[in-house]
């Protein structure tokens, strides 16, 4: 028999060897991707594989750095993702303060449609977004990919901020309106300076989604000054079959703002994050 | 990374005073400020799905302008197309492998990292680790997995070392294997979103269950079975619907790595859609199946709700 002590280690040895086995799993992808950004080209099927070969370089990255093509991908996303997060942190603010702080008449109804409207599919929409946006004049534009992803952007950020200022007490906009301010005033002077941890992991997240999409990007946008860093990955993709090494240092590079993001603010992200999909 | 958050209902409002005559002005306030959400709703949601579904009842729509009343011309034609119907399947495969594997791996991986026997700093590093392949864009997935999965990459080389395969297999390129490998693909970055809400599921189980349930002498399986899995079943059956309306919905994945092919192996009703549209500019045909993918998802959402409001 063994003792309750030997179970306890065998039971630790077990779990600490999935942790691993789920690690590699996980990780070495990810690990494989980095250290060919750090090969030479000729090295990137070399027999037998390396992590670190002897032509360690730079080089990917100094080619992406010095084609002004491929910073241009960059620039656009940076653009396109932080309106889509300034734009959408506005819209959303209002519309959280009216669910609020107000009752209404069909507030139930306008609430359901805009859960609802995260539901569809983007496959379905991007064909008649391509029409309309060709109507409106706002094709191979920024705004009409600003315009689109707040379809996806929206309506999360409504309900996550809803949920927000649902837990801020009532009293304190009250206080304005004795003082004869409007809920107009109450919302800029005393929600919104105590909003700014909500507005924080909405706004990451909404820079996540924006700086990640790629049906639109690809759809809604022709030439490559208009392009962004998925598509810009696609097209490294196409060109040059055979650059892995730069198609790596794009990828690195292109995944550098959300992992940082999402490291300085993990734990309000994933509590923000799983609030709905856990709240029992 | 689209999501479906369920809705908070504002608490009820105490109107503490309610104020002797509300003027009209004063009752538009709230609707001043869902203004722009509503022309937002109105431009990009409402307007667009009448527009699709308008033009698979028609034809010749966007390229032409010479559009005609086609009736379900649209519907027949996709209906009938063995690529629809092989894409259907296809979907069906990918949603349903990819979802089970998410529980399981997800269920795992979060028990494992919910495990007293660890400590908060390993666990920390561990939780990142597992995190991580979420954090990257579909584009950064599929090339990394090009390189792994190429006839000459690692993967390969591995196999070939452990005498699993004679010679290095072109697993997106065969039409026996693609579709697997995509699932597999798809597998490996969707798990983190379950695993972090059944790691916040289980952080939630009340301790003296545990407690109670050791007392009658039962073992680690019959615990997990009778405490564990009760109590995470309504946050598992939401992730279960949600997982398979985003999966569904998975279009950049299959367009980066197989384009749908080889074959029409891979094909998806996503990537079937888009074909029609934006490769072959029949509009019509594709707004029918976009419509068809709509009504798809709108029964599963129907289900997703349905749990919701049962909780």
Redesign the interface.
């Known amino acids: 028999m063994p003792t309750v002590r030997t179970k306890?280690t065998l039971?630790?040895a077990g779990?600490?060897t999935?942790?691993v086995l789920?690690?590699l799993?996980?990780?070495l992808?990810?690990l494989?991707?980095l250290s060919?950004s750090f090969k030479n080209n000729g090295e990137?099927?070399q027999?037998?594989?390396r992590l670190i070969t002897k032509g360690f370089t730079l080089g990917a990255y100094r080619e992406i750095f010095g084609n002004g093509g491929q910073l241009r991908f960059f620039a656009n996303s940076y653009l396109v993702a932080l309106s889509v997060t300034a734009l959408t942190l506005?819209?959303?603010l209002?519309?959280a303060?009216?669910?609020?702080?107000?009752?209404?008449p069909f507030?139930k109804t306008?609430?359901?449609?805009?859960?609802?409207?995260?539901?569809?599919?983007?496959?379905?929409?991007?064909?008649?977004?391509?029409?309309?946006v060709?109507a409106l004049g706002l094709y191979n534009t920024y705004p009409g990919l600003i315009?689109?992803h707040?379809?996806?952007t929206?309506p999360?950020a409504?309900?996550?901020l809803?949920?927000y200022l649902?837990t801020l007490p009532?009293e304190l906009d009250?206080s304005v309106k004795v003082d004869g301010g409007t809920?107009w005033t109450a919302l800029w002077r005393i929600l919104v300076p105590i909003s700014v941890p909500g507005l924080i992991a909405v706004g990451v997240y909404t820079f996540?989604?924006s700086?990640?999409e790629?049906?639109f990007a690809l759809?809604l946008t022709r030439t490559d000054d208009m392009r962004t860093?998925?598509?810009g990955?696609?097209l490294l993709?196409g060109q040059h079959s055979y650059e892995?090494n730069q198609?790596?240092a794009m990828?690195i590079l292109?995944?550098i703002p959300?992992?940082v993001l999402?490291?300085l603010f993990?734990k309000r992200f994933?509590g923000g994050?799983?609030?709905?999909?856990?709240?029992? | 990374m689209s999501s479906l958050t369920a809705s908070p209902v504002a608490p009820p409002v105490e109107q503490a005073a309610p104020p002797k005559k509300k003027t009209m002005a004063r009752r538009l306030i709230p609707y001043g400020y869902l203004s722009p959400t509503v022309i937002l709703i109105v431009v990009l949601m409402v307007i667009p799905i009448v527009m699709v579904i308008s033009y698979s009842f028609r034809d010749n729509v966007i390229v032409q302008d010479n559009s005609v009343f086609a009736g379900f011309a649209n519907y027949t034609k996709v209906l009938t197309d063995p690529d629809f119907l092989t894409a259907i399947q296809n979907t069906a495969v990918f949603i349903t492998v990819s979802t089970v594997a998410h529980l399981v791996l997800g269920l795992a991986f979060a028990m494992m990292l919910n495990t007293p026997l660890l400590g908060g700093v390993a666990k920390a590093v561990f939780r990142i680790v597992y995190i991580l392949p979420w954090l990257f864009t579909v584009a950064v997935i599929a090339v990394i997995w090009r390189l792994l999965l190429d006839p000459s990459g690692v993967v390969n080389y591995v196999l070939h070392t452990l005498g699993v395969v004679q010679q290095g297999v072109n697993w997106l390129g065969d039409p026996g294997k693609a579709l697997w490998v995509v699932t597999f693909i798809n597998i490996w970055s969707g798990y983190p979103f379950f695993m972090i809400s059944l790691l916040a599921g289980l952080q939630g189980i009340p301790g003296d269950l545990y407690e109670a349930a050791a007392v009658d002498g039962t073992n680690w399986f019959q615990r997990f079975r009778h405490v564990t899995l009760p109590q995470l079943r309504p946050v598992i059956i939401s992730m279960a619907v949600l997982d398979l309306i985003w999966t569904s919905q998975q279009f950049a994945l299959i367009w980066m790595t197989t384009g749908g092919g080889p074959l029409h192996a891979t094909e998806m009703l996503s990537t079937y859609t888009y074909k029609q549209a934006f490769s072959e500019y029949e509009f019509s045909t594709a707004a029918a199946a976009a419509v068809i993918v709509l009504l798809l998802t709108m029964v599963l959402a129907f289900f997703y709700v349905r749990q919701q409001r049962e909780r």
């Open positions: 306890r039971a630790k779990v600490i999935g942790l789920g690690g799993f996980a990780g992808p990810v494989w991707m060919t990137v099927f027999n037998p594989p506005l819209v959303a209002l519309a303060f009216a669910f609020s702080r107000f009752t209404f507030q306008i609430n359901a449609v805009i859960v609802s409207v995260q539901a569809v599919p983007p496959i379905t929409l991007v064909i008649p977004y391509f029409g309309l060709v315009l689109t707040m379809v996806f929206l999360y409504i309900i996550m809803t949920a649902n009532r009250e809920s996540m989604i700086w990640n790629y049906l759809t860093v998925p598509i990955i696609q993709m892995w198609m790596m990828s292109g995944s959300v992992l999402f490291l993990q994933i994050l799983t609030a709905g999909a856990v709240k029992a």
